[in-house]
């Protein structure tokens, strides 16, 4: 029978070495051994962003990206999109199975005591300027609930996770709305927990002049389907951010701060404006091609496509396309969506991005809704930070009970000067232009 394992020869030295294999994986720290000589500090892997490396082991999401299949905690995306809500996905999420009924009331109840928020929250809100971006307020005030909640700290004790856990997925959609309120001059709005998780969002965001908001259910069913599709993704840039910093045993609070920070930039959480942003410069189905032509010449890259893990069609695009349609019999078709539809038509026949695979990914269609239910894109962030609060405490809590790590403290691979020894300032050689400039360019 073949031997699960993996041999090396160093043709350094002609020695071989026998690795075991564990779930196709090799541990990096058995390379070690790899020496040429005694003294030296043994092999290492060199990885940049961490292409082909897996961090930890998990028991939340799986992801096939060449079949473009997404499953939380063995459930398809597709099946949880069709029959389940975001409060019970999240559930799945963060406790590992679907919850019985009296499970899931209890866990409805327990999440919506946590709506509101400390008073001095909102007074540290009204302190923002007046521009102030929605996702830079959500980073700090996710930050300073940490000096609101100093039990937090004890991360190894099971009950304050959870109690923590609840208060983040109840307390999110609270400061993300007061964010928005901010963001437009308008008066706060508390959270009305006889409504839905989405449907008090809505109200908290939307609510005017009138005493009892009345949430459009297909909007509010299109949001939860939002965040249900949302809700985790494993080992990306946000994630690894929470279970990096996380390891350092802080509390997670200050941690979730981190990974909202991440959330924040172009790359993670800002894509879906860049496709919005793009389809409104195309602006009309005939000049599709003329995009397409300076996609092909590498002059841009056509937002919405392509994907680090995702090889095949995204899954959740999937999904989106169809419900796009369901929110536009409320609000009026966007005009842009003629537009991603073509551009996908062409785009998918197109051997440049068939060779390539890429397709579309979930933030081709988000933005596209987000913004046919009145979002400004500022806010397109946020919508994805508040569900990814479950995937996030749910990676969070799976680290701090994993034995096996430890603080996350990568190796590298030095590439600087060798030891020299300290010059005084007036013995020090005047540097050439060019030497600057090279400086500079650091
Ligand atoms: C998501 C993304 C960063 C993944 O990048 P990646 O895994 O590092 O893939 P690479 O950058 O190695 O791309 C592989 C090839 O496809 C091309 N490519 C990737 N995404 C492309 C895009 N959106 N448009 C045009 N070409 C693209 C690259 O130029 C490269 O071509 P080459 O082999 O001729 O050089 C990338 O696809 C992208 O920038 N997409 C647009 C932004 C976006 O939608 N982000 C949201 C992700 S959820």
């Known amino acids: ?79 949880l999109a069709e029959h389940s809500n975001y409060l019970e996905t999240a559930y ?46 959500l980073v700090g005030t996710i930050g300073a609930l940490s000096t609101f909640y100093p039990d937090a700290a004890n991360i190894h004790d099971l009950e304050s996770r959870r109690l923590q856990t609840r208060r983040l997925i109840g307390k999110l959609p609270t400061l993300a709305a007061f964010a928005y309120r901010q963001s437009r001059g308008l008066p706060y709005i508390y959270p009305d927990n006889d409504l839905s998780y989405t449907g008090n969002f809505l ?18 069913r299109a949001l939860d389907l939002l965040f249900i599709l949302h809700a985790d993704h ?73 994907h680090r893990v995702y090889k095949n069609y995204d899954p959740r695009a999937k999904i989106l396309k169809k419900a796009a349609y369901e929110v536009f019999e409320v609000t009026g078709a966007n005009p842009l969506i003629e537009i991603a539809l073509e551009l996908e038509r062409i785009a998918l026949q197109d051997d440049y991005f068939v060779s390539r695979k890429l397709y579309p990914n979930v933030d081709f269609y988000s933005g596209i809704i987000y913004q046919a239910m009145g979002f400004p894109t500022a806010m397109f962030p946020v919508l994805f930070a508040i569900p990814r609060t479950s995937g996030w405490m749910s990676q969070w809590a799976e680290m701090v009970r994993d034995e096996e790590q430890k603080i996350a403290r990568p190796r590298q691979v030095y590439i600087g000067e060798g030891p020299r020894s300290y010059i005084p300032i007036e013995k020090r050689p005047v540097p050439t232009m060019r030497e600057e400039a090279v400086a500079e360019e650091i």
């Open 234 to 306: 494993e080992q990306n840039c946000s994630t690894n951010a929470m279970r990096s910093v996380g390891s350092s045993q802080v509390d997670p609070y200050s941690a979730t701060a981190a990974a909202v920070a991440a959330l924040y930039g172009p790359l993670h959480g800002g894509a879906n404006e860049a496709v919005v942003r793009m389809l409104t410069e195309i602006g009309s189905v005939d000049r599709i091609p003329e995009l397409i032509k300076k996609v092909k010449a590498g002059e841009r890259r056509l937002m919405g496509f392509g």
């Open 203 to 220: 109200s908290m965001l939307f609510r005017m002049t009138e005493l009892k908001y009345k949430p459009n259910p297909v909007l509010e």
């Open 92 to 137: 799945l999420v963060v406790k590992g199975e679907l919850p019985d009924r009296k499970r899931l009331q209890m866990w409805e109840h327990n999440v919506k005591v946590h709506t509101m928020v400390h008073e001095n929250i909102k007074k540290f809100m009204e302190g923002f300027r007046y521009d102030a971006h929605p996702m830079g307020m």
């Open 1 to 79: 029978m073949a031997k699960n394992t993996l041999t090396i020869t160093d043709n350094r030295t002609g020695k071989q070495y026998e690795l075991p294999i564990e779930n196709d994986t090799i541990r990096a720290g058995d390379l070690r051994q790899i020496k040429v000589s005694a003294d030296d500090f043994g092999m290492m892997t060199y990885d940049p962003a961490f292409t082909n490396t897996a961090s930890c082991k998990s028991k939340i999401t799986f992801i096939d990206g060449d079949r473009g299949i997404l499953r939380y905690r063995g459930y398809p995306i597709e099946e």
